[in-house]
Each structure stands twice: as structure tokens, then as C-alpha cells.
């Protein structure tokens, strides 16, 4: 098996955080920290930005909702007047990458996705935050980067040990399911692994078993191509950066991913998020594998019928064990806006993704990239994400689930086609993977004649 770029190659703090978990599966978490400690002064700290207008970059998310829901507080604070443009993620890459070519400086506060980070900080777009984590003016004491979930601050956040943004909008993959459905089919508790889901639940509740979510685009070659690669032991890349798609593992992956077309309903590679999200909250299917972004919407009797049997766990193992997929954000600063504006974006951020904020993050639908709120008890009660989603970041999370480098969109691109053609079988498995392995190896090629460092 050649996992080359799986668990071996993780971002290195991902074992720290995963030693901080007890034998019984739940967050013993290594550093206990205050939140309300923090005695930091915003108005004070903002006085030099009085006025100052700064423009953000948000999607429509619930993330980003809270986040608008608590502006009025920061504003009264600081003076700082905090505008924001909302954008379908569709679009938020293409949208933001204009901004930098043509330097209009439409957007103070840059939105950085997971696989967007290396693009961004090699071509110089957004700024390192080592200035302003030392400027004692600018620094929150409490700050506290330690009380990231390791993988996160490392994924979204950082790259070449430079750190560019803060964890903001976090996911992981959560396995979602209907109790009340399964508690029918004889079943008192989900699918455990991949092979069960489709072996022993799949008889049981036929094309009502699961969805995925496939759409053409990011959707299908993350949330679909890649999360059946890595759960079967498979991965994108060896360690010289030779694709390994065309590795059993890799293979049985996206085998496994047409089998499972008997236990879910028709019309798999027209089925965005959204689609799929509202087929488990109207109680068509009875497990899906969705983000952590989701719980608000699943949890909302306005928009889910499954409110009281709603259950959440880590996604199904596959050979080697659960291998959720990874996803999120990180906020971070325009590096061609002038100073005085750095400085109010990076003002914000702090305050946003700060552990005194992160309770009231979390209640207004967000889910917080802090540890410290994972740690308290009637929280851990109010909202059942909490275990499954720490222990995934914390045990289970694969910083390479997509690689981060400049490359990845282009590549993503042209998994999204033949991935999707493969799913809907108009071409063989081989064959695709065929296609989409020789046009990784002509992007890739300046790794392989050592123009680019093999770091992803």
C-alpha cells in the first residue's frame, strides 16, 4: 500500500494534536486555557484606525453569518467600519485572484481556502502575520495559537512555517444520520465502515441508505473522487509527486464509489451540497457524509424535519481507518492595501477567531476553530457535533486530503470532468484515471525537473 502522501506526510502538529486524545475516543485536550481571561483592549488598540473602512471577502455560509451577526459589536468597539461582500464559493477563487492580478484592492480581508494558500502566499497576495503577532500595539496577549486545532492553523493558515491567516470557517467531514430510520431498518447505531454501509445497511434500506454529493466541480472532486481514494488506502500523489490514482488502493476506491450507486438515490452527479443535505433533512436518505458546516441546517426545524433524531459521528473507516475529508478557511490580509488598513483587517480577524469570541461564534452557527470551547461540558451537550468533529481533527485529520499548492485548481478541474464521467460510466475507471494521471504529470512537471519544491 502506498500512501505515500497520507498519513506519513501530515502536517507535523496533526500528531501533536492527535496525542491529545484518551484512550475512550474523547478530547483530553493539552493546554486548558481562559478564554475570558483575555483583557485586551480594542477600543484602545483600534484608536489609530478610527474610521477606517475595511472590506471582507464572505461566502454564504453559516460561518460567515455569525460573523455578520457579531460586526455591530466589533464596530462599536473600534470605530473600524467593516464592510463585506458575499460571493458563491463558485465564483470566490476567480473573484478574488482578479483583485490581486489588476490591484484594485476591492478586498482588505482575503478569504483563503484550504487549497488556495500556497497559490496566494508564493505569488505574494496576502501578507505573513509575524508583523503584527509582534507588535505589542496590534498583539492580543491572549491571542493563544496554540488553542487552533493544530491542523487547522497549519492547513488554512500557514505555509512554508509562515503563518498568513486564522482558522475562520472550519469543516470536517461528519458522518450525518436519521436515528428514527435506522431504529426501523433494525439498526442502533451507523454504518461503521464503508464496507458495512454498503453490505449490511444497503439491503436493508436500498437507494435510501446514503448520498454523495457529486456534482461537477470542487464538490465532485473533493467531496466525491477524493474522499472514496483516501478511505480505501489510496491517495492523489506519491512522494515524488508522481500520481498515484492508478494504485490498487486508489482504484478500489473509486470502484467502491460506483458499487455504492445500488444504495442511493438516482441522480448522484447532479447533487451539490445543499441537494444532498435536504434529501437526509426531509428523511429520504438515512446517512450522508456532509461538512461540519451543515449542523445549523440540520438542527433547524425550519429546515430539517429530523431535528430530534439528527445523529452525527466520524465519517465510516475505510482499510486504514476513518480518513475524513478536510476543508476550511482561514482569513487573511490583501498584502497590496497600505498599512494603516492592514492593520484594522488584521484587528478584526484577531477579535473574530479569538477564544473570548469563540462561544458566541459557535451559538450563532458558526463552528469555531478553538479547542477551548470543545472543552465545555453543557456545550458538548447542546451541540452533537462537537465530539465527532474534534476527534477527527484531532485523530483522523489528513492535512494533504487535497494538496495545497498552486496546482490543485487545475487538477481539480479535470478530476471534476472525467470524475464525473467515470461516475455517470460513460468511461471506464482505468481508463479515467488513465486520463486524469497524464494531465497531472504535464502540470506537475516543474516538480519533477526541480524548478518547485515537492510541497503541497
Do not use: C
Not at 484592492?105 to 483563503?112: A, E, M, W
Amino acid at each position: 500500500m502506498d500512501r505515500s502522501l497520507s498519513r506519513r506526510r501530515l502536517i507535523r502538529s496533526t500528531a501533536l494534536g492527535a496525542a491529545a486524545f484518551s484512550l475512550a475516543g474523547r478530547p483530553t485536550w493539552a493546554r486548558q486555557t481562559d478564554p475570558a481571561a483575555s483583557t485586551f483592549d480594542y477600543a484602545a488598540a483600534a484608536e489609530p484606525f478610527k474610521g477606517t473602512s475595511i472590506n471582507a471577502f464572505f461566502l454564504d455560509r453559516p460561518g460567515y453569518e455569525a460573523a455578520i451577526t457579531m460586526l455591530p459589536q466589533f464596530v462599536e468597539t473600534t470605530g473600524i467600519e467593516v464592510k463585506y461582500e458575499i460571493t458563491p464559493y463558485e465564483n470566490a477563487r476567480e473573484k478574488l485572484v482578479q483583485d490581486y492580478f489588476g490591484e484594485t484592492k476591492q478586498f482588505d480581508i482575503s478569504l483563503i481556502d484550504v487549497v488556495w494558500i500556497g497559490e496566494y502566499a508564493d505569488s505574494g497576495w496576502i501578507t505573513p502575520f509575524e508583523p503584527f503577532i509582534n507588535d505589542p500595539a496590534l498583539a492580543d496577549p491572549g491571542l493563544n495559537l496554540e488553542g487552533f486545532f493544530p491542523i487547522l492553523l497549519e492547513s488554512f493558515g500557514t505555509w512554508n512555517g509562515q503563518i498568513y491567516g486564522y482558522p475562520f470557517d472550519n469543516y470536517s467531514g461528519l458522518l450525518y444520520y436519521n436515528k428514527a430510520m435506522l431504529q426501523q431498518a433494525g439498526f442502533a447505531e451507523p454504518p461503521k465502515s464503508w464496507q458495512e454501509m454498503k453490505d449490511v445497511y444497503g439491503p436493508k434500506l436500498g437507494k435510501g441508505t446514503y448520498s454523495l454529493q457529486s456534482r461537477r466541480g470542487e464538490t465532485q472532486s473533493a467531496d466525491s473522487f477524493m474522499r472514496m481514494v483516501w478511505a480505501f488506502g489510496g491517495s492523489l500523489l506519491k512522494e515524488d509527486f508522481q500520481p498515484n490514482l492508478s494504485s490498487a488502493e486508489s482504484l478500489a476506491g473509486l470502484q467502491y464509489r460506483q458499487d455504492i450507486n445500488t444504495i442511493q438515490p438516482d441522480g448522484v452527479v447532479e447533487r451539490d451540497h445543499e441537494e444532498t443535505v435536504q434529501l437526509l433533512a426531509q428523511g429520504q436518505v438515512a446517512t450522508i457524509t456532509e461538512w461540519s458546516a451543515f449542523y445549523p441546517t440540520l438542527t433547524d426545524p425550519e429546515s430539517s424535519t429530523i431535528v430530534n433524531d439528527l445523529g452525527i459521528a466520524v465519517e465510516p473507516a475505510g482499510v486504514a481507518g476513518p480518513a475524513p475529508a478536510l476543508g476550511g478557511f482561514s482569513l487573511g490580509i490583501n498584502a497590496q492595501i497600505e498599512e494603516e488598513k492592514q492593520k484594522a483587517a488584521y484587528l478584526f480577524i484577531q477579535w473574530i477567531t479569538s477564544e473570548a469570541n469563540a462561544r458566541d461564534y459557535t451559538a450563532n452557527g458558526g463552528v469555531s476553530g478553538r479547542q477551548s470551547v470543545y472543552q465545555d461540558p453543557a456545550l458538548q451537550e447542546q451541540y452533537g457535533y462537537f465530539q465527532p468533529v474534534a476527534e477527527s481533527w484531532l485523530e483522523h485529520g489528513n492535512a494533504v486530503f487535497r494538496p495545497r499548492f498552486a496546482e490543485w485548481p487545475q487538477i481539480s478541474e479535470i478530476i471534476a470532468q472525467v470524475g464525473s464521467e467515470m461516475q455517470l460510466g460513460s468511461v471506464a475507471i482505468e481508463d479515467g484515471v488513465g486520463q486524469i494521471e497524464e494531465q497531472m504529470r504535464e502540470i506537475l512537471k516543474p516538480y519533477y525537473d526541480g524548478e518547485k519544491p515537492l510541497a503541497q
